[in-house]
């Protein structure tokens, strides 16, 4: 499945402009995309729910942690 472009943007709203930074950070986002659809097909194979499958995944994110914090 081919996901619309994403803009990445600075602290100031500038968008990221550098292609190394780019290339990293949709390497990364192509990365875990595979490895959450992975888990959510697991978990509904198990027996989980779409819907509390997606809810844990949202949980995931909230719980990072920033770097600058």
């Not at 995309?33 to 509904?44: E, L, P, S, T, Y």
Request: aromatic share 2%; glycine share 4%; net charge negative.
């Amino acid at each position: 499945m081919t996901q619309p472009e994403v803009i990445w943007r600075a602290a100031n709203g500038a968008p990221i402009a550098c292609r190394d930074s780019l290339r990293v950070l949709h390497d990364n986002a192509d990365e875990l995309r595979g490895v959450m659809q992975d888990m959510f097909d697991d978990a509904i194979l198990i027996g989980v729910t779409d819907a509390d499958m997606r809810e844990h995944l949202r949980a995931m994110v909230a719980d990072l942690v920033s770097p600058k914090q």
